[in-house]
């Protein structure tokens, strides 16, 4: 905090002087655009646990929200939820565990481009069973 002394004149003709006591806003501008310019970058990077090389496809990027429920089948057929390893028979119970009753966000299957289409399909199949219909699958946009 910064304080400077006002001249002010009495009626007398005497100086008076007056403390202005003034914030300097500089340093904490600074440090609030290095925190926004440190959660932009880090924030995308968190979204990402599980490591599958998706399909590519011309389709746009979502709007940005909060975290996503995610479901993710790598190349050998294992299934995470978030990143914690499930099998096909656990994963209803998981996301009913997660999610609760009248869960309305989308839930996002993250699956590997090599990925046999019957485990993709079964896994659909399972969470839609559990009750679960707000699906969406994800894919790497076409770099052009």
Same mark, same amino acid.
């Given at each position: 905090?910064?304080?400077?002394?006002d001249?002010?004149?009495?009626?007398?003709g005497?100086?008076?002087?007056k403390?202005k006591?003034?914030?300097?806003v500089?340093?904490?501008?600074?440090?609030?655009l290095v925190?926004?310019?440190?959660f932009m970058?880090t924030?995308?990077?968190l979204?990402?646990?599980?490591?599958? $090389?998706?399909? #590519?496809?011309? +389709?746009r990027?979502l709007?940005? =929200?909060?975290?996503? !429920?995610?479901?993710?089948?790598?190349?050998?057929g294992?299934?995470?939820?978030?990143?914690?390893v499930v099998?096909?028979?656990?994963?209803?119970?998981?996301l009913?565990?997660?999610?609760?009753?009248g869960?309305t966000s989308?839930?996002?299957i993250r699956a590997?481009?090599?990925?046999?289409y019957? $485990?993709?399909? #079964?896994?659909m +199949?399972r969470?839609?069973?559990a =009750?679960?219909?707000? !699906?969406g699958?994800?894919t790497?946009?076409?770099e052009r």
């Amino acid at each position: 905090m910064a304080a400077s002394l006002d001249s002010g004149r009495s009626g007398r003709g005497r100086a008076k002087w007056k403390p202005k006591a003034e914030i300097n806003v500089t340093p904490f501008v600074d440090v609030m655009l290095v925190l926004l310019i440190v959660f932009m970058i880090t924030a995308p990077l968190l979204t990402v646990g599980v490591p599958v $090389d998706l399909p #590519r496809t011309e +389709a746009r990027n979502l709007p940005a =929200g909060e975290e996503p !429920l995610t479901i993710s089948i790598t190349l050998d057929g294992e299934i995470y939820l978030q990143e914690t390893v499930v099998t096909l028979a656990e994963l209803a119970p998981r996301l009913t565990a997660i999610a609760g009753t009248g869960y309305t966000s989308r839930i996002y299957i993250r699956a590997d481009d090599g990925a046999p289409y019957g $485990d993709v399909a #079964r896994v659909m +199949a399972r969470v839609n069973a559990a =009750g679960f219909t707000n !699906l969406g699958l994800v894919t790497d946009p076409i770099e052009r």
